[in-house]
């Protein structure tokens, strides 16, 4: 039985993750923040169905937009702990194509402009020595997806 695969999503709102989920690993567990926002400790709750994706052998996405080095550290932690294979994708797009993007969504899917802002500054570049088997850049333009 091939291991298990856990994908960490990383981008600015609006770059295209939850879309590319959609589009490229409908078969992974899908666990995202924007699911389960009536928990208590969304962190706690997220550490948890990732631990129970991964004790199912189930390959998995966290599809958050995991800014920060901190924020991808436990994932990939548990992820090594249960043996599994950690896969990147960094979502290559600037501020100026989040906000244009974001001005097209309806109702709660739209973030005030400022939380682009903010996670811009935010943003730690994912790099292979945290931990990941593989890192790939995604570009997603006229609804296509491109992976290098
Ligand atoms: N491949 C693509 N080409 C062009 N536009 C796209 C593409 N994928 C998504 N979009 C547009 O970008 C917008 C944001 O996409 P999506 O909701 O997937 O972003 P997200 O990264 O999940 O954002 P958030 O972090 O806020 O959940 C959508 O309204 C969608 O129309
Ligand atoms: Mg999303």
Redesign the pocket.
Known sequence: MEPPELAI?V?????????????RLAGHVHV?K?LMRHARNRNERQLALVAQALAARRSLVV???NLRVADRAPLIAAARAAGARVVGYF?DATAKE?LE??R??EGR?R?PDVAIHIARARLELPARGEGFDALFIVR??????QVR
């Not at 981008?11 to 589009?23: E, I």
């Not at 997603?140 to 997806?145: D, R």
């Open positions: 999503l981008g600015l709102p609006g770059a295209g993750k939850t879309s590319f989920v959609r589009s995202s924007d599809d958050n937009t979502f989040c993007r974001n097209s969504r899917a973030v997603a333009e006229a609804g296509e997806f």
